[in-house]
């Protein structure tokens, strides 16, 4: 069974440093992987997406994430964050064929200290 | 485009009542989900609609839950009864792709639901 895994809780980071939130994935092929941004009280909305070709994926606000398939990660990063960017961030998978369900990390609080 | 609409918002109720979540997606999006948030926890799928059939309702617990898809479009989910640890964020999600291989999913702003 696809799992994702993102092994921090919390990231406390100061505003204008550099941010990068950790995702591994564990399944048999290299699926579909995703990155979403969950404001409170809101719904998810997607930064970025990596299907196939280059690694380093562009996301919007900044945000690109990186595939490494020898360490079945993903993570997302930030040169330098905005106060606004405070928010839970999920990682997710989907696979390739077959029923299309993707499958959520816990999700990543991100902090931001003025 | 108009984005998800789900309602209500917010839901407090009594453990062993009843309650239902509706859900308009983005027109034209084949694929439905239901997502059931744990608060400190990633969204985990109740159900997948493809148009008006179920797809995946491997994890939902059919002895309260239900849900429906009727023409195609709008859906509800139904609890019946309420348990305290239903109290949750209910998510719907759809996307455009039939079967949705591949494709993002685009989610409503959820209902939160809270079971004294």
């Known amino acids: 069974a696809q799992s994702v895994t993102q092994p921090d809780i919390h990231i406390t980071v100061s505003e204008g440093a550099s941010l990068e939130l950790r995702c591994n994935y564990s399944y048999g092929a290299t699926p579909y992987l995703f990155w979403y941004v969950q404001s409170p009280g809101q719904g998810l909305q997607l930064l970025l997406k990596?299907?196939?070709?280059?690694?380093l994926v562009q996301g919007i606000k900044g945000f690109e994430a990186e595939f490494k398939r020898s360490q079945s990660s993903f993570n997302l990063r930030k040169p330098s964050v905005h106060w606004s960017d405070a928010a839970e961030y999920f990682c997710?998978?989907?696979?390739?064929?077959?029923?299309?369900?993707?499958?959520f990390g816990r999700g990543t609080s991100l902090i931001v200290h003025p | 485009e108009a984005g998800v609409a789900q309602s209500p918002r917010y839901k407090i109720i009594e453990k062993r009542q009843s309650v239902a979540f509706w859900c308009n997606p983005i027109?034209?999006?084949?694929?439905l989900y239901w997502y059931q948030q744990i608060l400190g926890q990633g969204p985990k799928l109740l159900i997948q609609?493809?148009?008006?059939?179920?797809?995946?309702d491997s994890q939902l617990p059919k002895d309260r839950f239900s849900a429906e898809r009727l023409k195609g479009v709008d859906s509800t989910l139904k609890i019946q009864p309420a348990k305290l640890e239903d109290s949750a964020v209910y998510l719907c999600?759809?996307?455009?792709?039939?079967?949705?291989?591949?494709?993002?999913?685009?989610f409503g702003n959820g209902t939160r639901l809270t079971v004294t």
């Open positions: 027109s034209g999006h084949a694929t």
């Open positions: 997710a998978v989907g696979p390739r064929g077959g029923s299309y369900i993707p499958t």
């Open positions: 609609f493809q148009n008006n059939g179920v797809v995946d």
């Open positions: 999600a759809s996307s455009s792709n039939p079967g949705g291989q591949g494709s993002p999913l685009h």
């Open positions: 990596y299907f196939s070709g280059d690694t």
